[in-house]
T-cell receptor, first 116, second 115 residues
Framework: SAVISQKPSRDICQRGTSLTIQCQVD?????MFWYRQQPGQSLTLIAT?????????ESGFVIDKFPISRPNLTFSTLTVSNMSPEDSSIYLC?????????????FGQGTRLTVV | AQSVTQLDSQVPVFEEAPVELRCNYS??????LFWYVQYPNQGLQLLLK??????LVESINGFEAEFNKSQTSFHLRKPSVHISDTAEYFC?????????????FGTGTQLKVEL
């Protein structure tokens, strides 16, 4: 299994500002994923972060709004830029592992963001 | 591309009654199937998964799910629920390949167990 630590666990931010969320994994992983869970909704993948290359963004998400860093195999950051109330969500970091690699996703506790 | 449909957004049930949470998926390739649970104010936890082999998989707390390829379904069942099973349940799929892959989630089913 993988243990994932996310910081901060929650934050209240002013509109127009930016917040950087950190994700630390206790083992080296090739791929890290960032998801968003809007209030009362399911999880939506924002992007896949690979070490040493640009993140791959899903439809509807762009790098200018959600820049991602992946400096090594155990760490990644997601920045939510120029925030608006619509960005209020839970943001989750995830990695894939398991005995058969690629078969189980582990999630951090999430960052609960409220934009006012 | 894959998609997941959870038809029931909420399922109320009395304690000790059986429950079924429905999940159907669509994919042009072979997939792995998962059920995740999210207890109130907690993170996502894997409940059970289907990778290959027996189509019936079980969790340690009495849930089971059966992969039905012809119906592209992966319904979650429990013969007798407990109040502590109250949570949000998400069905998810990923493409069957090594090295890690993204998950596609359903919209979730809120299971509310009442006394």
């Amino acid at each position: 299994s993988a243990v994932i630590s996310q910081k901060p666990s929650r934050d209240i931010c002013q509109r127009g500002t930016s917040l950087t969320i950190q994700c630390q994994v206790d083992s080296q992983v090739t791929m890290m994923f960032w998801y968003r869970q809007q209030p009362g909704q399911s999880l939506t993948l924002i992007a896949t972060a690979n070490q040493g290359s640009e993140a791959t963004y899903e439809s509807g998400f762009v790098i200018d709004k959600f820049p991602i860093s992946r400096p090594n195999l155990t760490f990644s950051t997601l920045t939510v830029s120029n925030m608006s109330p619509e960005d209020s969500s839970i943001y989750l970091c995830s990695v894939v592992g398991g005995v058969r690699r690629g078969t189980e996703a582990f999630f951090g506790q999430g960052t609960r963001l409220t934009v006012v | 591309a894959q998609s997941v449909t959870q038809l029931d957004s909420q399922v109320p049930v009395f304690e000790e009654a059986p429950v079924e949470l429905r999940c159907n998926y669509s994919s042009s390739v072979s997939v792995y199937l998962f059920w995740y649970v999210q207890y109130p104010n907690q993170g996502l936890q894997l409940l059970l998964k289907y990778l290959s082999g027996s189509t019936l998989v079980e969790s340690i707390n009495g849930f089971e799910a059966e992969f039905n390829k012809s119906q592209t379904s992966f319904h979650l069942r429990k013969p007798s629920v407990h109040i502590s099973d109250t949570a949000e349940y998400f069905c998810a799929v990923s493409e069957r390949k090594r090295g890690g892959n993204k998950l596609t989630f359903g919209t979730g089913t809120q299971l509310k167990v009442e006394l």
